[in-house]
């Protein structure tokens, strides 16, 4: 038994992290070489004895939300179909891959492994992060969204901030930005004095060389392994720290639970707290 995780790079410079090959070229060549290239394993690794996969779905965000639905869903398919063939009984869609299969639930039916978003413990994370920082005011952008209304479902009176009141969330003082997009969009120039922005969308909803001081942006849905684990592959964290989605089939794996579970937009509380559970059972801390 084993699991997998879907990793898809979030634009096309990221292909540099895994290949010297495309450092000479010029991204538009980058994206178009992506589309012809096969999914593959790119590293596997252990988590408390138990072997995992990360799989690669060569499509950026970008591909993944703009190229044709059947095309893109064809090649997430045969990513999982990859992870299967690895010997994996539980994958979690990483990034944009969580949107294109609209959370997951495209893929039920048509592929022969069990699938997860993250989205659980990416909510149980972010909460304990949200509660440890005790602000009054408090904006969910992207409250429509899984997590976002996941995060709304346990915290009271938060800011529950969408496209049509966009501008309520630089009211608040501590922001927690969860909405998938590829661009930046919160201005800086705009936000209170002081503002903390719990920053969970990958792209960055907001530049991360921002220049005013006392404005403090920090990652959120964070997880510390239980151990030291060499992943075979560089992501934006502090070794040994890896994003909750991707922590989340690494719990499940290892307690055992090979079912489908952080499946479209209405993931449950009580699905958040199991998780939030598990993953401290099995040695895994919330950052």
Do not use: W
Request: with cysteine; net charge positive; proline share 3%.
């Amino acid at each position: 038994m084993t699991f997998g995780f879907l990793i898809h790079p979030l634009s096309a410079r990221y292909m540099d992290r895994v290949t010297l090959l495309t450092k000479p070229l010029p991204s538009f060549l980058i994206n178009q070489l992506i589309k012809l290239k096969k999914p593959y394993e790119i590293s596997r690794f252990k988590v408390n004895g138990l072997l995992g996969y990360f799989v690669g779905c060569p499509l950026t965000s970008e591909q993944m939300l703009k190229l044709n639905h059947s095309f893109v869903l064809k090649r997430i398919i045969q990513t999982c179909n990859v992870a299967k063939s690895l010997g994996v009984k539980i994958i979690s869609l990483g990034a944009f891959s969580a949107i294109a299969t609209h959370q997951g639930k495209d893929l039920i039916g048509k592929i022969d492994i069990n699938v997860t978003t993250g989205r659980a413990l990416t909510i149980g994370a972010v909460y304990e992060q949200v509660l440890r920082l005790k602000y009054d005011k408090v904006a969910i952008v992207g409250a429509e969204g899984a997590i976002g209304k996941g995060l709304c479902s346990l915290l009271k009176d938060v800011i529950k901030v969408g496209r049509k009141n966009f501008d309520d969330l630089y009211s608040a003082d501590l922001i927690v930005s969860t909405t998938n997009t590829t661009k930046e969009i919160i201005d800086e120039n705009k936000l209170k004095l002081g503002s903390v922005i719990i920053d969970v969308s990958k792209p960055s909803t907001i530049k991360r060389n921002i220049t005013r001081e006392d404005v403090k942006v920090i990652d959120g849905g964070l997880v510390k392994l239980p151990h030291d684990v060499n992943l075979g592959v560089h992501f934006d964290c502090a070794n040994n720290v890896v994003f909750a989605c991707m922590a989340e089939p690494m719990v499940l794996a290892l307690e055992g639970k090979y079912s489908n579970y952080s499946i479209g937009d209405d993931i449950s509380v009580e699905k958040v707290k199991e998780i939030l559970e598990l993953s401290k059972k099995h040695g895994f801390k919330v950052i």
